[in-house]
Antibody
């Protein structure tokens, strides 16, 4: 059974930093592209970032230069480093596993971790 | 890329069929067969319902079906049930990922 478990969310002041983790099990983590998707309060889903099995990284324009995605295949875990946080980054952040290479959809999701940016 | 356009809400009585639309452009929805749909019960993990416009993953009820025509995709739920009350999102990939704003389904 595929499982994705996010952690690391919390309350942080504007300009602060936070690191989110997504621990996975039930599949060969190293072989799949992983992503982060967020949902601000009362809003829809927004893709944030993706990292390929080869370590290639992609970011939404809204977070480029402030967020950094990474992965540790030995721990079956991906990370999202959030720096220079703004109030508009307040959201539930979901970890998502993409389908096999060449397929463009999110096959599994975690339950999310809440990030609140406020003074 | 701008968000895909979905109705904010739809409703239906148990047993009825409902359709949720998702409108994009020739640069996203209208390109390739890459529309997916997700069901999201608040506080839980989103769930894949439909991928590649109309394909259904194993384990997803055949009451859920997807279609696409031009720049518009649709999700149809046949025989709506109380447990279907949730938020539904469409998504497309064309170089980057773009989601719809979400549609809240209320089962009357």
């Amino acid at each position: 059974e595929v499982q994705l478990l996010e952690s690391g969310g919390g309350l942080v002041q504007p300009g602060g930093s936070l690191r989110l983790s997504c621990a996975t099990s039930g599949f060969t983590f190293a072989s799949f592209t992983m992503s982060w998707v967020r949902q601000a309060p009362g809003k829809g889903l927004e893709w944030v970032s993706s990292i390929t099995s080869g370590g290639g990284t992609y970011y939404a324009d809204s977070v480029k230069g402030r967020f950094t995605i990474s992965r540790d295949n030995s721990k079956n875990t991906q990370y999202l480093q959030l720096d220079s946080l703004r109030a508009e980054d307040t959201a539930v952040y979901y970890c998502a596993k993409r389908a096999v290479p060449g397929k463009f959809y999110f096959e599994y999701w975690g339950q999310g971790t809440l990030v609140t940016v406020s003074s | 890329q701008s968000a895909l356009t979905q109705p904010a809400s739809v409703s239906g009585s148990p047993g009825q069929s409902i359709t949720i639309s998702c409108t994009g452009t020739s640069s996203d929805v209208g390109t390739y067969n890459l529309v997916s749909w997700y069901q999201h019960h608040p506080g839980k993990a989103p769930k894949l319902l439909i991928y590649e416009d109309s394909k259904r993953p194993s384990g997803v009820s055949d009451r859920f079906s997807g279609s696409k025509s031009g720049n518009a995709a649709s999700l149809t739920i046949s025989g709506v049930q109380a447990e279907d009350e949730a938020d539904y999102y469409c998504c497309s990939h064309a170089g980057s990922w773009v989601f719809g704003g979400g549609t809240k389904l209320t089962v009357l």
